[in-house]
């Protein structure tokens, strides 16, 4: 009799433990997808932006093509990506292209005095601090959930219900590199 009782007290301890356990992942993990979907907002905010912008410099400096193209090309792979990695890499290639659009505006004295344009700069500017808090955030949320994940009994729960480390927004080589400006 005394050994039933033992094994259902062992048997209730283990369920508790793996509910305990399941919860703090599905909780974690809806955390990784929020946060993520609060840079998602902000980064649909700046592609929405880029057609006005881009239309703007054309007027201007209608022999800097290759640069446009590439910011269109590089929003569209954006709007066309269906995954988390895909986003993050074309948002990494729209950021260093939007540094070296900037750039490229300095060269235009009519294009700086332009108000729609002064307008737009603000505009992408207050998005690019809001993208890189939540870009932040996102990657604390991660990192917490990483460690849920990886960390002893964590890892043998995560193994048996199948969750799994998330990726962390790094920022693409070609974001962090100073724009460089040819005339």
Avoid: C
Avoid at 32 to 61: C, F, H, M
Avoid at 156 to 168: N, R, V
């Amino acid at each position: 009799m005394k050994g039933v009782i033992i094994l259902i007290v062992i048997i209730v301890f283990i369920l508790v433990v793996t509910i305990i356990y399941q919860n703090r992942f599905v909780t974690l993990h809806e955390r990784v997808k929020n946060a993520w979907s609060q840079i998602d907002v902000q980064l649909q905010k700046r592609i929405d932006l880029i057609p006005n912008l881009v239309e703007t410099v054309k007027g201007y400096a209608q022999h800097e093509k290759e640069t446009l193209d590439a910011v269109i090309s590089a929003r569209n792979r954006y709007a066309n990506a269906d995954r988390i990695d895909e986003k993050m890499k074309a948002s990494g290639e729209i950021s260093g292209l939007l540094g070296r659009l900037m750039a490229i505006s300095e060269s235009y004295p009519d294009l700086k005095a332009n108000t729609n344009f002064l307008d737009l700069q603000k505009q992408l500017k207050d998005i690019e601090d809001k993208i890189g808090f939540a870009r932040q955030f996102y990657n604390d949320t991660v990192t917490s959930y990483n460690q849920a994940v990886k960390m002893i009994p964590g890892n043998i729960f995560a193994g048996i219900f199948g969750f799994k480390e998330e990726t962390l927004f790094k920022a693409d080589e070609g974001a962090k590199e100073t724009p460089k400006v040819k005339f």
